[in-house]
């Protein structure tokens, strides 16, 4: 009782209320002392949810506040200092904040009426008509079809439920979209020469099934180490002399609007090694080099290996008897349909899948070749016995008989087809399109070295035998 009485003494006591003790106090000032000495920093964490907040100068500001009321005197319109999460949150709450985000709101949402959901919904089915048909143009010209075959693919999605609308299924409609979607194409070819410090370009020539000439031109740019290689045009030039070819990729050029860019940009020219792109005299490379004197000209490596390949190759006698057998049974087969169906039927007798005779040469030599030979081998037994069995009424397949049969021919092909394997990876490693001339290089003294391997191999294996053949002394 005596302790209850005396709290009449103590203003605001309380019965079991304990003291603090020294401890207590010191742990209370040394928070106190932490709080007033520490730096809070503005966490970027805190405007993903808050769209409203600004951080500037070390403050903190609200923008839909200081949108509505910019005269206020509110912490958060004039700068708040005090870098907190509570503080941020106590703004939320607060009734002034709370009138800037219904009126932020209001003003964003936009009437709509249903006149305008109407139209927003037709935009969307055009949009889906006409990105159904251009991805059909799409194909159509990607795989070289025939633009007449456009209006029956549009057909085929209108059976499968597709709605393609009315507009745009004609062959000429597909036309135009896809003048449309190269133009979108080109446009950013061009504004990648344009962003890039440099560039280089790729000329070569062609022929259609007409017998027409066309120049081809592809650029190579670097953006930030990534290595582009882009088509630009294609088109006819007057003629296959230097100076047209010239004239004619000026032209190009200056149409897409880079006439500035080929002027200072330009760096490096790649082509084959004909006399009018790399003469020295007349050739495209001497009349670049008068306005571009600083150009770079490379000799396309890959045809370089087609070149080096062939001038090797040429002084063997059986390297023509073999490209003679290739070739003839090639049009042997394409030509005559009896012989083919002969040729079937002895695959079956043999038990071996059917391996038609394929042409040598193409745009890719060394692996039209390669494929030409490894189809021979594999299917020697089959095709040799129907050229045998047909020689009695084809006097080709009589004359291809004679030729397959030579054994020292056969030896020949065995070997070539060894060699020909590391010369076929290294003609498609040069084709790629993200290559540089480091690469190429690593390449090429790869391949020297697998060629180098495989000839000791070859005069180990002709020292044997000859050791072999050796008579043993007594």
């Not at 003494?9 to 520490?38: C, H, I, W």
């Not at 206020?72 to 106590?90: A, V, Y």
């Not at 006097?395 to 060894?418: C, R, W």
Request: charged share 25%; proline share 3%.
């Amino acid at each position: 009782m005596a302790n209850f009485f005396n709290l009449k003494f103590f203003d605001g006591a309380k019965p079991g209320m304990k003291r603090k003790t020294v401890s207590d106090l010191s742990r209370e000032n040394n928070k106190k002392q932490y709080e007033s000495k520490r730096e809070r920093d503005f966490q970027s964490s805190w405007q993903k949810t808050r769209p409203w907040l600004i951080h500037e100068d070390g403050k903190m500001f609200c923008k839909w506040c200081k949108d509505t009321n910019p005269d206020s005197d509110s912490t958060f319109i004039k700068g708040c200092e005090n870098i907190r999460i509570d503080s941020l949150k106590t703004h939320e709450k607060s009734k002034q904040h709370l009138r800037s985000v219904d009126r932020h709101v209001n003003v964003n949402e936009q009437p709509t009426s249903q006149a305008t959901s109407c139209l927003t919904k037709l935009n969307k089915s055009q949009i889906g008509q006409l990105s159904i048909k251009m991805r059909t143009a799409h194909f159509i010209a990607k795989h070289h079809k025939s633009f007449l075959d456009y209006k029956h693919i549009c057909e085929l999605d209108k059976m499968k439920g597709l709605d393609v609308g009315t507009s745009y299924t004609t062959d000429k409609g597909g036309a135009t979209l896809l003048q449309s979607i190269s133009s979108v194409t080109r446009a950013d070819v061009c504004q990648s020469i344009t962003s890039a410090k440099f560039f280089s370009f790729t000329c070569d020539g062609s022929s259609d099934f007409t017998g027409d000439d066309y120049e081809s031109i592809y650029t190579r740019t670097c953006t930030n180490g990534v290595i582009q290689d882009q088509f630009l045009s294609i088109g006819i030039a007057k003629s296959a002399s230097s100076s047209d070819i010239h004239d004619h990729i000026c032209e190009n050029f200056a149409k897409l609007g880079l006439e500035n860019e080929f002027k200072a940009k330009l760096v490096g020219l790649c082509s084959d090694g004909a006399s009018n792109m790399q003469g020295h005299k007349s050739g495209l490379v001497a009349l670049l080099r008068k306005t571009h004197p600083h150009i770079v000209t490379v000799h396309c490596l890959a045809h370089r290996l087609e070149l080096a390949f062939k001038d090797t190759i040429k002084k063997v006698p059986l390297y023509e008897k073999m490209m003679t057998l290739l070739l003839g049974l090639y049009y042997l087969y394409r030509k005559s349909p009896k012989l083919k169906m002969g040729l079937k039927r002895s695959f079956e007798a043999h038990q071996t899948k059917m391996l038609l005779p394929t042409r040598v040469g193409g745009t890719r030599w060394l692996p039209h070749l390669d494929l030409a030979i490894r189809n021979f081998i594999r299917g020697y037994k089959a095709v040799r016995s129907h050229l045998e069995s047909s020689s009695h009424t084809s006097p080709k397949a009589e004359g291809l008989a004679k030729i397959a049969g030579d054994s020292n021919l056969l030896g020949f092909v065995l070997s070539l087809q060894a060699v020909i394997q590391p010369l076929v990876r290294l003609s498609l490693n040069l084709q790629k399109d993200d290559q540089t001339l480091a690469d190429d290089h690593c390449h090429v003294e790869a391949t020297r070295a697998v060629l180098s391997h495989l000839t000791e191999k070859v005069w180990q294996y002709r020292g044997q035998s000859c050791n072999s053949s050796l008579p043993v002394s007594s």
